[in-house]
Structure formats: structure tokens, C-alpha cells
């Protein structure tokens, strides 16, 4: 049976509710949990790859054991690092905004700097601001498309080195606190990749770009013109056109891939509280258009593990 007869029999087109016309799609009536049929979720993950991001929401019986349980139906969970504050399970990372140590204001790749990074990322909102707090996600594959055919060779032969290693200071402009903080996780905990700039989506042959935040130079090109082909490449993908906001409310899960998607977490929402928990799906190293894979660099892990994201 082909996905799409899979998807239309499992889950009705009509509770399939698009978001945007390039990227994101809500799907309803569905109540998440470890325990869904296999053709149930193979069918989300049928419309995960359509959609590059999917909402749910009214997910509020989710708990951290029961939304890892879930994450683990689409494949294998990436123990943390740890990543940060957990409840005891295998891969849930929390980021609280009143603790202050992630900074996910800027479009990235979650863990874009090691070699398999993961790729599909559950998200669920805990607590939710009244005001602001809004996700945006960006289709890669479709900025990726809108590249004339010129940029869309240079992209494909450019690699990039991507590290967490990157210039806080200058990018996120952080408190003294998230300074002392971000130099204590590089002091201990350093990832460093060579990924390709256009990488093939092993599910749908799709071609997408792999840049974002954690991007520090591109490979055999001098600082300067890579700054402006950064920012040429990066534009594309934060095209309004091909992006999709999602305004959350407590209880709502979003689940995207990661190989097909970049995204900005708002951080507009002043002193409230904000606190989203992720799980994270193994992923495969990226491979290029000419069929070569990435390559880590740099892989340091001083005891004790510090928090990345």
C-alpha cells in the first residue's frame, strides 16, 4: 500500500487541517500514546514527511514517561547527554525559560553539530505564557527549490562546519549569567561536524539545506564572502513563504523533521514562565548530493556533561 492510501484509510483527510501552504498541517482526533496501532503511526509519520511539521492538540494526558514512550513508536530515542533537567526518563530534555540556559531565539537544527543528528524532534508545551512563546518552522527543502539553478549548484558542492562552539556573545547578545554558563558548557562538552550544505532526505530523495545558528565557517572559502553566502542561503530558508507559526497552548505536542526543517523558538513573552519538553529520534548522517557523508570533527565530553540544545 502506498503512504498516501495508508494515510487516507488510517487517519480522514478532513482531520488533517494545513497550516501553511509549504509546511505544516494540524491533525485532530488523535489521542497520542505508546500504544497506537502500527498503522497509526506509520501514518504520522506519513504526514510528518508531507507536512516537514505536525501539531496536535489537547494532548494534556501526555507525561514525560508516556511522551517518551510515544517518541520511541518512531523510532529509537537519543539518550541525553544529559541535554539538561529530565524526570528520570531515558531522552526528555526541559527547557524552562525561568532557568535561563537554552536560548532557542535563533533558527537552528537541534544538535546540527554532531554527525547523526536526530531526526525527528516531540515536542510538548508544560506551561505556556498567555502572551507570546509562538514556534516558527521553515521548510528547507522547499527554500532549497526556490534557489535558482545557479545557487543551487554552488549549494551543493559548499560544506560547513558546525559546532556549539559558536559566539554567544555576539549572536544572543546574553546576560553575564548565560555567558559564564555557555563557556562552562564549551569548557566541557564540544562538538565540532563538517555536514554538507545540501543534504538527500533518505525518505523522499528531497534535497535540503543544512545551515542555522550552530554554523561556524564553510569549508576551502574565506570569512567574508562565507558570511555573505550564509546570509544569501540563510534568507531563503526564513522566507515568509515558506514557514509556518504555531501559537501553543498547554497540552499541544509538535512533532517535525528535523532533516527537512529549521526553527525559531519567539522568546516574546517577557518574564512568564515557558517550559516545553522535547524528546529526540535517532537520526542518520547526512549525506550529500554526491553521496558523501558527514564528518565529525571534534567530539570533547569532560565529566560532568553540561546542557547543550
Request: with cysteine.
Given at each position: 500500500?502506498?503512504?498516501?492510501?495508508?494515510?487516507?484509510n488510517v487517519?480522514?483527510?478532513?482531520?488533517?487541517?494545513?497550516?501553511?501552504?509549504?509546511?505544516g498541517?494540524e491533525?485532530?482526533?488523535i489521542?497520542?500514546?505508546?500504544?497506537l496501532?502500527d498503522?497509526?503511526?506509520?501514518?504520522?509519520n506519513?504526514?510528518?514527511?508531507?507536512?516537514?511539521?505536525?501539531?496536535?492538540?489537547?494532548q494534556?494526558?501526555?507525561?514525560?514517561?508516556?511522551?517518551?514512550?510515544?517518541?520511541?513508536?518512531l523510532?529509537?530515542?537519543v539518550?541525553?547527554?544529559?541535554?539538561?533537567?529530565t524526570?528520570?526518563?531515558?531522552?526528555?530534555?526541559?527547557?524552562?525559560?525561568?532557568?535561563g540556559?537554552?536560548r532557542?531565539d535563533?533558527w537552528h537544527?537541534?544538535?546540527?553539530?554532531v554527525d547523526?543528528?536526530?531526526k525527528?524532534?516531540?515536542l510538548?508545551?508544560?506551561?505556556?505564557?498567555?502572551?507570546?512563546?509562538?514556534?516558527?518552522?521553515?521548510n528547507?527543502?522547499?527554500?532549497y527549490?526556490?534557489?535558482?539553478s545557479?545557487l543551487?549548484?554552488?549549494a551543493d558542492?559548499?560544506?560547513?562546519?558546525?559546532?556549539?562552539?559558536?559566539?554567544?556573545a555576539?549572536?544572543?547578545?546574553?546576560?553575564?549569567a548565560e555567558?559564564k554558563?555557555?563557556?562552562?558548557?564549551?569548557?566541557?562538552?564540544?562538538?565540532e561536524?563538517?555536514h554538507?550544505v545540501?543534504?538527500?532526505?533518505?525518505?523522499?530523495g528531497?534535497r535540503?539545506?543544512?545551515l542555522?545558528?550552530?554554523?561556524?565557517?564553510?569549508?576551502?572559502?574565506?570569512?567574508y564572502?562565507?558570511q555573505k553566502?550564509f546570509d544569501?542561503?540563510?534568507?531563503?530558508?526564513?522566507?515568509?513563504?515558506?514557514t509556518v507559526?504555531?501559537?501553543?497552548?498547554?497540552?499541544?505536542?509538535?512533532?517535525?523533521?528535523?532533516r527537512?526543517?529549521?526553527?525559531?523558538?519567539l522568546?516574546?513573552?517577557?518574564?512568564?514562565?515557558r517550559?516545553?519538553?522535547?524528546?529526540a529520534?535517532?537520526g542518520?548522517v547526512p549525506?550529500?548530493?554526491?553521496?558523501?557523508?558527514?564528518?565529525?570533527?571534534v567530539?570533547?565530553t569532560?565529566?560532568?556533561?553540561?546542557?547543550?540544545?
Amino acid at each position: 500500500m502506498n503512504p498516501t492510501a495508508l494515510i487516507d484509510n488510517v487517519i480522514p483527510r478532513t482531520d488533517v487541517v494545513k497550516r501553511a501552504a509549504r509546511i505544516g498541517a494540524e491533525i485532530r482526533n488523535i489521542k497520542l500514546s505508546g500504544d497506537l496501532p502500527d498503522e497509526t503511526i506509520a501514518a504520522i509519520n506519513g504526514l510528518l514527511v508531507e507536512h516537514k511539521v505536525i501539531f496536535f492538540r489537547d494532548q494534556g494526558h501526555l507525561n514525560d514517561a508516556e511522551q517518551e514512550r510515544f517518541g520511541s513508536r518512531l523510532g529509537k530515542l537519543v539518550p541525553h547527554l544529559p541535554l539538561g533537567a529530565t524526570s528520570g526518563t531515558v531522552s526528555m530534555l526541559e527547557i524552562d525559560s525561568a532557568r535561563g540556559d537554552f536560548r532557542t531565539d535563533l533558527w537552528h537544527i537541534d544538535l546540527a553539530y554532531v554527525d547523526a543528528y536526530p531526526k525527528i524532534l516531540v515536542l510538548r508545551g508544560v506551561i505556556i505564557p498567555p502572551v507570546g512563546g509562538d514556534t516558527i518552522w521553515s521548510n528547507t527543502a522547499a527554500a532549497y527549490l526556490d534557489l535558482p539553478s545557479a545557487l543551487q549548484r554552488l549549494a551543493d558542492e559548499l560544506w560547513a562546519v558546525h559546532s556549539n562552539a559558536y559566539d554567544f556573545a555576539e549572536i544572543v547578545r546574553p546576560t553575564a549569567a548565560e555567558k559564564k554558563f555557555y563557556d562552562d558548557v564549551i569548557a566541557r562538552c564540544m562538538f565540532e561536524t563538517e555536514h554538507p550544505v545540501v543534504r538527500v532526505h533518505p525518505e523522499t530523495g528531497e534535497r535540503t539545506l543544512v545551515l542555522g545558528c550552530y554554523v561556524k565557517r564553510f569549508l576551502d572559502v574565506p570569512k567574508y564572502d562565507g558570511q555573505k553566502l550564509f546570509d544569501l542561503f540563510q534568507s531563503h530558508i526564513t522566507a515568509a513563504e515558506n514557514t509556518v507559526r504555531w501559537n501553543w497552548k498547554q497540552g499541544d505536542v509538535a512533532i517535525w523533521d528535523n532533516r527537512a526543517t529549521m526553527h525559531y523558538a519567539l522568546k516574546d513573552y517577557g518574564n512568564q514562565p515557558r517550559v516545553v519538553r522535547r524528546a529526540a529520534i535517532d537520526g542518520e548522517v547526512p549525506v550529500s548530493v554526491d553521496g558523501r557523508s558527514s564528518v565529525p570533527r571534534v567530539k570533547v565530553t569532560k565529566e560532568p556533561t553540561a546542557n547543550i540544545v
